[in-house]
Protein backbone atom coordinates (compact mmCIF):
# COMPACT_ATOMS: atom_id res chain seq x y z
CA UNK A 1 0.00 0.00 0.00
CA UNK A 2 1.27 3.27 -0.91
CA UNK A 3 0.52 6.82 1.35
CA UNK A 4 0.81 10.05 -0.78
CA UNK A 5 1.11 13.16 1.41
CA UNK A 6 1.00 16.59 0.46
CA UNK A 7 2.34 19.82 2.17
CA UNK A 8 3.48 23.17 1.36
CA UNK A 9 0.30 24.39 0.33
CA UNK A 10 -1.28 28.13 1.36
CA UNK A 11 -2.21 31.78 0.96
CA UNK A 12 0.04 33.51 -1.34
CA UNK A 13 -0.43 36.73 -2.98
CA UNK A 14 -0.04 36.73 -6.94
CA UNK A 15 3.07 37.43 -8.22
CA UNK A 16 4.48 35.23 -4.86
CA UNK A 17 6.45 31.80 -5.02
CA UNK A 18 5.02 28.39 -3.34
CA UNK A 19 6.73 24.63 -2.74
CA UNK A 20 4.63 22.21 -2.54
CA UNK A 21 6.37 18.78 -1.55
CA UNK A 22 4.54 14.94 -1.53
CA UNK A 23 6.38 12.29 0.54
CA UNK A 24 5.63 9.01 -0.12
CA UNK A 25 5.12 5.99 2.27
CA UNK A 26 4.20 2.63 2.79
CA UNK A 27 6.55 1.28 -0.29
CA UNK A 28 9.53 2.72 -1.94
CA UNK A 29 8.53 4.79 -5.19
CA UNK A 30 11.99 5.44 -6.87
CA UNK A 31 11.25 3.40 -9.77
CA UNK A 32 7.75 5.24 -10.18
CA UNK A 33 6.87 8.18 -12.45
CA UNK A 34 4.78 10.62 -10.19
CA UNK A 35 2.81 13.77 -10.57
CA UNK A 36 0.83 16.82 -9.52
CA UNK A 37 -3.03 17.41 -10.92
CA UNK A 38 -5.06 20.15 -9.44
CA UNK A 39 -8.86 20.77 -9.03
CA UNK A 40 -10.54 24.05 -8.88
CA UNK A 41 -13.67 24.55 -7.29
CA UNK A 42 -16.35 23.63 -9.67
CA UNK A 43 -13.69 22.09 -12.23
CA UNK A 44 -12.87 18.89 -13.66
CA UNK A 45 -9.08 17.89 -11.83
CA UNK A 46 -6.42 18.63 -14.51
CA UNK A 47 -3.07 17.78 -15.05
CA UNK A 48 -0.37 20.12 -13.74
CA UNK A 49 2.99 18.35 -14.38
CA UNK A 50 5.23 14.66 -14.42
CA UNK A 51 8.36 13.38 -13.63
CA UNK A 52 9.75 10.07 -14.62
CA UNK A 53 11.56 7.81 -11.99
CA UNK A 54 14.95 9.09 -12.30
CA UNK A 55 14.12 12.86 -13.03
CA UNK A 56 15.41 12.86 -15.83
CA UNK A 57 12.01 13.31 -17.76
CA UNK A 58 9.55 15.90 -17.19
CA UNK A 59 6.20 16.73 -18.55
CA UNK A 60 4.14 19.99 -17.84
CA UNK A 61 0.36 21.43 -18.91
CA UNK A 62 1.50 23.70 -21.75
CA UNK A 63 -0.21 26.75 -19.88
CA UNK A 64 1.65 26.63 -17.00
CA UNK A 65 5.46 25.91 -18.73
CA UNK A 66 7.98 27.96 -17.21
CA UNK A 67 5.79 28.94 -14.32
CA UNK A 68 6.41 25.71 -12.27
CA UNK A 69 9.19 23.07 -11.74
CA UNK A 70 8.64 19.29 -11.07
CA UNK A 71 11.19 17.45 -9.19
CA UNK A 72 12.07 14.61 -6.73
CA UNK A 73 14.34 13.01 -4.48
CA UNK A 74 14.38 9.46 -4.38
CA UNK A 75 16.04 9.38 -1.33
CA UNK A 76 13.45 10.94 0.70
CA UNK A 77 10.76 9.62 -0.93
CA UNK A 78 9.56 12.77 -2.45
CA UNK A 79 8.08 15.16 -5.36
CA UNK A 80 8.00 18.76 -5.50
CA UNK A 81 6.35 21.14 -7.13
CA UNK A 82 7.69 24.62 -7.07
CA UNK A 83 5.45 27.60 -8.24
CA UNK A 84 6.72 30.92 -9.47
CA UNK A 85 4.78 34.25 -10.20
CA UNK A 86 1.81 32.74 -9.21
CA UNK A 87 -1.73 34.19 -10.41
CA UNK A 88 -5.52 33.86 -8.71
CA UNK A 89 -5.98 31.04 -11.47
CA UNK A 90 -3.69 28.62 -9.40
CA UNK A 91 -6.00 28.34 -6.83
CA UNK A 92 -7.02 25.16 -6.55
CA UNK A 93 -6.12 21.75 -4.48
CA UNK A 94 -3.03 20.10 -5.54
CA UNK A 95 -2.52 16.02 -5.50
CA UNK A 96 0.04 14.29 -5.64
CA UNK A 97 0.01 11.16 -8.09
CA UNK A 98 1.90 8.51 -8.31
CA UNK A 99 2.22 4.91 -9.85
CA UNK A 100 1.45 6.04 -13.59
CA UNK A 101 2.42 8.28 -16.37
CA UNK A 102 1.20 11.04 -18.82
CA UNK A 103 -1.50 13.33 -18.21
CA UNK A 104 -4.77 11.57 -17.41
CA UNK A 105 -6.36 11.31 -14.00
CA UNK A 106 -6.68 7.58 -14.58
CA UNK A 107 -2.97 6.74 -15.17
CA UNK A 108 -2.33 7.13 -11.77
CA UNK A 109 -3.54 4.28 -8.99
CA UNK A 110 -2.18 6.48 -6.19
CA UNK A 111 -3.28 9.31 -5.21
CA UNK A 112 -3.03 11.72 -2.41
CA UNK A 113 -5.20 13.70 -0.06
CA UNK A 114 -4.77 17.04 -1.73
CA UNK A 115 -3.19 20.42 -0.44
CA UNK A 116 -5.39 24.00 -0.47
CA UNK A 117 -3.18 26.51 -1.95
CA UNK A 118 -4.77 30.05 -2.26
CA UNK A 119 -3.26 32.77 -4.38
CA UNK A 120 -4.53 36.63 -3.37
CA UNK A 121 -5.07 39.37 -5.99
Known amino acids: QVQLVESGGGLVQAGGSLRLSCAAS????????MAWFRQAPGKEREFVAAVNWSGTNTRYADSLKGRFSISRDNAKNTVYLQMHNVKPEDTAVYYC??????????????WGQGTQVTVSS
Open 97 to 110: AAGGWGSLTDNYPY
Open 26 to 33: GRSLSSSA
